[in-house]
């Protein structure tokens, strides 16, 4: 079990190496990164990885470009830690209807 | 009603990030039958009870999303007719030869104002929905009951802009009729957030709601026969572990009864029941923005966040 940290809100949960950070965070009734489809295709869990290590499932291009993935900007819902993490939240909900 | 020119949603063909992990999904959870794999290596399903060899494609890509969808019209004469058409009303259209999908006659393409791919054929071999033609059983034991099982692929959801311009092509060359709508937000441009339109007698077949990125996907559904099996596919994705996003609830536009989820590449998907079947003669009904909660999510009557945000 790992603890991973955001970075924002000093708000913390526990993660164990076989479940996504995103899916992590649910189950721990926390909040702090937006949950969409949780299958890497949405782009809305986009995060910063600032301290930590991870392995990662795969993700669209659409929302992480290699630079991205290079800078270790990932999706909440395709990592797995294999250490403590520290996470800061950039994926933003986009608003849809012109106001 | 004599149902001709378009007749319902042919085919869509979807991207996704993982084909092992998509097949597992939509052969074993959604319990889609698989009938075929190309030299491209898209892999072909279709609902149990559907008679065309397929009308769910899947493609291995790099991002999630919609290629393109389909409409199967009544014949090669109509094909002409509505190519004809959109020609004449200012689209530029392809044909994509026999034979490029598995068991599927040629195809009329065309883009959309909104971004989207949208392809009339008139021709698919018709494998049969498992059951004899003569005396059949009411359903089989082999693909009816085999994970959640719809029936068919009902309709699909898309997100982008232009939406006004979609509903004029849709009604006025393709002969589909508005059953509900979305007006804009009060106190800004006037016109529809959200359209829904209809090719028969079901409550759509095809809906848009507004956005800034083109070509963008929201859902394409699979339609269920009745809310007991819509709670029963609830609960075959819990124990899947299938993301749900919204549901099982009840929408109020097309008070259809449904769950939205989300395939492993992102890509979301509804199972839908019920609803009402309109008649190209009514009066559209009309949803206010500010209602569009209940429009949503009639019983919770929230505008669930990712209605709006979460797209492939
Ligand atoms: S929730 Fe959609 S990409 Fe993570
Ligand atoms: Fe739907």
Known sequence: MYQVMLEETGESFQCNEAESALKALARSGKRGIPVGCRGGGCGVCKVKVVSGEYSQTVMSRAHVSKEDEANREVLACCIYPRSNLLLRVIGKLQHVVRR | ?312
Request: hydrophobic residues 35%; proline residues 6%.
């Open chain 2, 1 to 312: 009603m004599a149902l001709t020119g378009v007749l319902r949603p042919g085919h869509a063909q979807i991207r996704v990030l993982d084909m092992a992990a998509a097949t597992k999904f939509y052969g074993d959870v959604l319990g889609l039958v698989e009938t075929g794999r190309d030299k491209q290596g898209r892999v072909y399903y279709k609902c149990w009870d559907e008679r065309d060899h397929n009308s769910l494609v899947l493609r291995q890509a790099d991002q999630a999303g919609l290629d393109f969808f389909a409409f199967k019209v009544l014949d090669k004469a109509t094909l002409e007719k509505f190519d004809a058409d959109l020609k004449a009303y200012g689209l530029k259209t392809e044909r994509i030869p026999a034979g490029d999908m598995l068991e599927t006659g040629e195809r009329v393409r065309f883009e959309l104002p909104s971004g989207h791919l949208i392809e009339l054929y008139a021709e698919k071999t018709q494998v049969g929905n498992g059951l004899p033609n003569l005396n059949p059983p009411p359903w089989d034991l082999k693909n009816s009951e085999r994970g959640i099982a719809p029936v068919r692929m009902d309709h699909c959801l898309m997100y982008g802009p232009n939406i006004d311009q979609n509903k004029k092509i849709f009604m006025e060359v393709l002969g589909f009729y508005l059953v509900e709508r979305v007006f804009m937000p009060k106190g800004g441009p006037a016109g529809e957030a959200a359209i829904w339109l209809s090719c028969g007698h079901k409550s759509h077949d095809v809906a848009f709601v507004v956005h800034e990125q083109p070509g963008k996907l929201h859902h394409v559904s699979f339609w269920l026969n009745s809310w007991e099996k819509t709670l029963r596919a609830g609960d075959i994705m819990s124990m899947n572990e299938v993301p749900i996003d919204i549901g099982p609830t009840r929408h109020g536009i097309t008070r259809g009864e449904t769950i939205y989820a989300f395939d492993p590449s992102g890509n979301r998907f509804e199972t839908f029941a019920g609803g009402y079947q309109p008649y190209p003669d009514w009066i559209p009904t009309d949803w206010e923005f500010e209602s569009l909660g209940p429009g949503l999510d009639y019983p919770q009557r929230k505008l669930h966040e990712s209605f709006l945000t979460v797209l492939t």
